[in-house]
């Protein structure tokens, strides 16, 4: 079955610390991977993609993720964490084909403390 | 340039009206999803449209849940005979020719009372 978990569903990080976010998916066909970012009473802003190539990958607002395709992971990271990074994180998988529709996880909810 | 548009922002009924959810995606977008986003979940496809073709329904819950979209541009999602299990954020995206990644609109908060 195609799925994508993410096991934390809520983080609390201190701001200025490190952030990281697991991902794992289970995808029958060459993954594109995802990660959305999504504020209260927003919309999903697309942080960062992988499609192929180089396994790091940057996104906006400083953020990066690293596949992994022997562990089924896109782990999304941030060296240092801002207040306004609290939000939910979403990863999602989907294919080059059109009309695949993206699988989502379940999201994780990030809290900065001060 | 202007975002995916959907509209109302907020929509609450009471259950067994019917209630009508739009989007209006991107300009140049042709393909566009929508999707259903309930507390504590994930998100869940419900159907797609591409240009002219007949869109993909496989995602949608049950027979009460339609969507049409005219001209190749605007799109609505009709739910019938509301439910209190139907509510939810109705999100909208779209994409230039249905490749992933999705740009996403601002949602609908359906709330059935």
């Known amino acids: 079955a195609q799925s994508v978990t993410q096991p934390d569903i809520h983080i609390t990080v201190s701001e200025g610390a490190s952030l990281e976010l697991r991902c794992n998916y289970s995808y029958g066909a060459t993954p594109y991977l995802f990660w959305y970012v999504q504020s209260p009473g927003q919309g999903l802003q697309l942080l960062l993609k992988y499609f192929s190539g180089d396994t790091l990958v940057q996104g906006i607002k400083g953020f990066e993720a690293e596949f992994k395709r022997s562990q089924s992971s896109f782990n999304l990271r941030k060296p240092s964490v801002h207040w306004s990074d609290a939000a939910e994180y979403f990863c999602?998988?989907?294919?080059?084909?059109?009309?695949?529709?993206?699988?989502f996880g379940k999201g994780t909810t990030l809290s900065v403390s001060s | 340039g202007a975002g995916v548009s959907q509209s109302p922002s907020n929509k609450v009924t009471e259950k067994g009206k019917d209630v009508e959810l739009r989007c209006d995606p991107i300009?140049?977008?042709?393909?566009l999803y929508w999707y259903r986003q309930s507390l504590g979940q994930g998100l869940e496809f419900l159907i797609y449209?591409?240009?002219?073709?007949?869109?993909?329904k496989s995602g949608l819950p049950s027979d009460r849940f339609s969507a049409e979209r005219t001209g190749g541009s605007v799109s609505t999602l009709t739910i019938q005979r509301t439910q209190q299990e139907d509510s939810a954020v109705y999100l909208c995206a779209s994409s230039p020719t249905g490749v992933p990644p999705l740009h996403f609109g601002n949602g609908t908060r359906l709330t059935v009372t």
């Open positions: 300009s140049g977008h042709t393909a």
């Open positions: 999602a998988v989907g294919s080059n084909q059109a009309g695949t529709a993206l699988i």
């Open positions: 449209f591409q240009g002219n073709s007949a869109p993909d």
